[in-house]
């Protein structure tokens, strides 16, 4: 009976050894076996994921989390954006953090494209840069004794209008935020006839910028209005009908607006040729920002965290859009 009970006692035991080393980190490797990354995929739900040694793991690219997990650093573990990247996304599951250092991470909207074909198109809005060191998109999330150390968000900039000759392909795209959706496409640049034809840009998805609109050549045409900026996401810059006072008229290729805390669009003057600038993305959340999510957050500590704004793209015969918001609201 002893030597059962031994038998089943040893058995339990490397069960929970297997088990301890296939949720524990032994590398401070980005990638790899070993690495948080790779056990983080190979993580079953429910697991706690560990460290062997007191690391600092600095990563290329964010590390997404999908599913139920708990993550302690046991206060000895620093995870570092290397001012490159931001450091986790979190899509989903209910997701624990703590004991643990998140540092450098850098959330870089992009920036919007640039209108061509001598300032015949609009840029693009730059997009927004949300959450430096993590990005809450949903689930359920509790971070407990985590320090956020010189984390970013920064806006994307507003694409400029150029005088580039014979590029007849797309006016300005709206550029992507890093972790957010893309932004929106301009129209396409042609010579039309039909009366109150219109080339707007297309907007931004959330934390995108909106596409720059296409200027058009001929007598009865509206142009290109700038295209609205998602969440976050500069504007498009507008632009103006050639040959027709339509646009002036109508007001309506004036200003594109940028998503909630993204800068405007820059419009045409009514001269010739004129586009505006794409606005400038906002910066949120230098450390955290929450979209879906619910987060509880528990003796954390927040050290000289930032946020920047895009700023607006240079132009060429039409108006400046705005530049962006470091704005701090739902998040941090």
């Not at 062997?52 to 990563?59: A, E, K, R």
């Not at 976050?232 to 006072?245: D, E, F, I, K």
Request: proline share 1%.
């Amino acid at each position: 009976m002893l030597i059962k009970k031994l038998g089943v006692s040893l058995i339990f035991s490397l069960f929970l050894v297997a088990l301890t080393n296939a949720a524990q980190v032994t590398s401070n490797s980005d990638d790899g076996e070993g690495s948080l990354r790779q056990v983080i995929s190979d993580s079953e739900e429910g697991d706690t994921i560990t460290f062997s040694d007191s690391f600092t793991i600095t990563i290329a690219t964010p590390i997404t989390i999908d599913k139920d997990i708990v993550i302690d650093g046991g206060n000895v573990v620093k995870i570092s954006g290397g001012g490159a990247t931001s450091i986790l996304k979190i899509n989903s599951g209910n997701v624990v953090i703590k004991n643990i250092i998140l540092k450098d991470g850098l959330a870089k909207g992009g920036n919007g494209g640039v209108g061509r074909h001598e300032g015949k198109h609009g840029g693009g809005g730059g997009g927004a840069g949300m959450g430096g060191a993590i990005y809450a998109v949903d689930g359920v999330v509790a971070i407990e004794n985590v320090f956020f150390l010189y984390n970013k968000a920064v806006g994307g900039n507003g694409g400029a209008t150029t005088n580039t000759k014979w590029v007849t392909d797309y006016a300005g795209r709206g550029g992507n935020s890093s972790l957010g959706s893309g932004g929106g496409r301009g129209g396409n640049f042609d010579a039309v006839r039909n009366r109150r034809f219109e080339l707007p840009g297309k907007r931004g998805g959330f934390g995108g910028g909106g596409g720059g609109g296409a200027n058009i050549l001929h007598f009865g045409a509206t142009g290109g209005m700038g295209a609205k900026g998602g969440f976050g996401g500069g504007a498009g810059g507008s632009a103006y009908c050639a040959y027709s006072n339509l646009s002036r008229l109508t007001g309506r290729y004036q200003i594109a607006r940028g998503g909630q805390f993204g800068g405007d669009g820059g419009r045409e003057t009514g001269a010739e040729d004129s586009a505006g600038s794409g606005g400038g993305g906002a910066g949120l959340g230098g450390a955290l920002f929450i979209q879906g999510a619910t987060v509880t957050i528990k003796d954390c500590s927040f050290i000289d965290n930032a946020v920047q704004s895009g700023v607006a793209g240079a132009v060429y015969k039409g108006m400046v859009g705005s530049s962006g918001s470091a704005a701090r609201t739902v998040c941090l």
